[in-house]
């Protein structure tokens, strides 16, 4: 028992502190934030240099079974909603007689790679975050919602030059 008790030195901060009497076999970080999270950072680190855990998350069966588990949990990733009278509400803004709604017509559908900040990973994670969302089809529907409405906000119309610099395909007439 003595033994488990042995001041350490965490491989994060190299504090000493004393390992957790449950655990403390092999308890190598302490228990502040950082190095917690370093601590998660090398595990991870550790799972994904395993063979078999490489392509975990990027098979074709993997995406499947994500799909299928997320069918079965509907509204999981969906925050809970706040309690009446716990935040304040944004007021809604008033739109003159001058300022034009855009409505998304079929000719301003872009593909989530269009789009200038699409292919950079802190919009797309911002994107995920905020919508709780992983999924490229999704995160490119919010990323065209999103679109719509800055330019509703902005007053700057429907874009059709964007889609010509990428391909000359003539959109669906349906």
């Not at 709780?132 to 906000?153: H, N, P």
């Not at 119309?157 to 990428?166: D, F, I, K, N």
Request: a positive charge.
């Amino acid at each position: 028992m003595r033994s488990q008790n042995r001041r350490r030195k965490c491989r994060c901060c190299k504090e000493f502190f004393l390992a957790d009497y449950r655990n403390g076999y092999h308890q190598i970080y302490c228990s502040q934030p950082l190095c917690q999270a370093a601590s998660k950072q090398a595990s991870q680190r550790r799972w994904l240099r395993q063979k078999a855990n490489r392509d975990y998350f990027r098979s074709r069966e993997n995406v499947e079974r994500v799909r299928q588990w997320r069918h079965a949990h509907p509204g999981y990733w969906k925050q809970k909603s706040a309690s009446p009278g716990t935040g304040q509400e944004p007021e809604p803004q008033a739109l003159g007689s001058g300022s034009p709604l855009v409505t998304q017509s079929r000719k301003s559908l872009v593909a989530l790679q269009d789009l200038c900040l699409a292919d950079h990973p802190v919009f797309i994670g911002l994107i995920s975050m905020v919508t709780g969302v992983a999924l490229q089809e999704d995160i490119a529907l919010t990323t065209r919602k999103l679109e719509a409405r800055g330019r509703d906000i902005l007053g700057l119309g429907l874009q059709e030059t964007s889609r010509s610099a990428y391909d000359h395909q003539t959109p669906d007439s349906t």
